[in-house]
């Protein structure tokens, strides 16, 4: 009888783990995609600056999709952060996590140079690319 419940423990245990691993996986994955789609989102709107005015036109858009952006990655980095790196499956979802943020990275960091590259459009929207640190919170 005593060992029917423990082998029944260890089934629940199992489970449990299994259900556990499987909500961590989803919740990164629904964080990477939501920091793809806002990355994707926000390297559109640089893509359109060609000049200075639609530079300027834009530069309220871009702010926005720099604000999703930003919030979509801590969001990430959040899930991230959440994965214990010694079980295989958590190991290889941060790996594979962060090799997706490095492709949506690429077109989006491109775009940032060619804009800085421009002074005609670096002026006006060059200052939207510098992350303002969060207010500290009182402990």
């Known amino acids: 009888m005593a060992k029917n419940h423990a082998k029944i423990g260890a089934v629940v245990l199992g489970l449990l783990l299994g259900f556990v691993a499987t909500a961590a996986m989803a919740d990164v994955n629904s964080a990477l995609r939501a920091y793809q789609s806002s990355t994707t989102a926000a390297t559109q709107v640089m893509a359109g600056m060609t000049d200075a ?13 720099m604000a999703q952006q930003r919030a979509a990655e801590q969001s990430l980095h959040a899930e991230l ?8 499956n958590n190991a ?9 943020m490095a492709k949506a990275n690429e077109q989006f960091s491109a775009q940032q140079v060619r804009i800085l590259s421009n002074p005609a459009i670096g002026e006006v929207v060059g200052k939207l690319f510098v992350q303002q640190a969060p207010p500290t919170k009182a402990r």
Do not use: H, I, P, V
């Open 53 to 65: 005015n639609t530079a300027k036109a834009g530069a309220q858009q871009l702010q926005g999709a």
């Open 81 to 88: 952060l959440k994965l214990n790196l010694n079980d295989k």
């Open 92 to 100: 290889s979802l941060m790996e594979s996590a962060t090799a997706e």
